[in-house]
């Protein structure tokens, strides 16, 4: 007789989606794009930040809050 077939294993659980770059303590990189002035969020490492001008006042970025 065959030997019967194991139980399939379940699917792993995806990932938590990350919150919105423009939410409150959205997790963000440190000078990466930003879209909202005055968003802010915090790094992977919890340094505070904030959406704003870059130095050439051209495109909004994470810096430092």
Known sequence: ???PKPAPKPAPKPAPKPESSSGSGAVVHPGAFCSSAGAVGVTSAGTAMSCK???KGERLRWSKA
Do not use: Q
């Open 1 to 3: 007789a065959p030997a």
């Open 53 to 55: 001008l870059d130095s």
